[in-house]
């Protein structure tokens, strides 16, 4: 019986370190984030910005509201490694959950808009 690791043996490459992560990402099948510790990860986002699906530990920071819990990516236990590898699964077939453009509600722009919203409204409780 073949087991995960041997049927993703073929297609799994750790590059190390680049300059440019959105040709890594954008040719990529999927981006996993297993982690059980992160701030903001701004790799959600990176891969999410080239349509590349996602799936992230719901233990990885910011990771469920990024997704919106599921949303634009899947989301597993960070413990449950049959959970990341079902994820895995299901994030490489037809019924794949594909980031869309959510990456666009983390734009520069938008973030600088909402900074000054949270600013403006400070001052005026001030």
Same mark, same amino acid.
């Given at each position: 019986?073949?087991?995960?690791?041997?049927? &993703?043996? #073929?297609? &799994?490459l750790l590059a190390g370190e680049t300059d440019n992560v959105f040709a890594w990402m954008a040719r990529a099948a999927?981006?996993? /984030?297993?982690?059980?510790? *992160?701030?903001?990860?701004?790799?959600?986002? *990176?891969?999410?910005?080239?349509?590349?699906?996602?799936?992230?530990?719901?233990?990885?920071?910011?990771?469920?509201?990024?997704?919106? #819990?599921?949303?634009?990516?899947? /989301? &597993?236990?960070?413990?449950?490694? *049959?959970?990341?590898?079902?994820?895995?699964?299901?994030?490489?077939?037809?019924?794949?959950?594909?980031?869309?453009?959510?990456?666009?509600?983390?734009?520069?722009?938008?973030?600088?808009?909402?900074?000054?919203?949270?600013?403006? *409204?400070? /001052?005026?409780?001030?």
């Amino acid at each position: 019986m073949r087991t995960l690791a041997d049927m &993703f043996a #073929e297609d &799994f490459l750790l590059a190390g370190e680049t300059d440019n992560v959105f040709a890594w990402m954008a040719r990529a099948a999927v981006l996993a /984030l297993p982690s059980r510790w *992160e701030g903001s990860a701004l790799v959600l986002l *990176e891969a999410m910005a080239v349509g590349t699906p996602v799936i992230a530990s719901r233990l990885a920071g910011d990771a469920a509201a990024v997704l919106d #819990e599921g949303r634009y990516g899947l /989301l &597993f236990d960070g413990t449950d490694r *049959e959970a990341l590898a079902q994820a895995l699964l299901r994030q490489t077939s037809g019924l794949r959950v594909l980031p869309g453009n959510r990456a666009d509600d983390y734009s520069i722009d938008r973030t600088s808009d909402r900074y000054a919203e949270v600013v403006a *409204e400070v /001052l005026r409780a001030g």
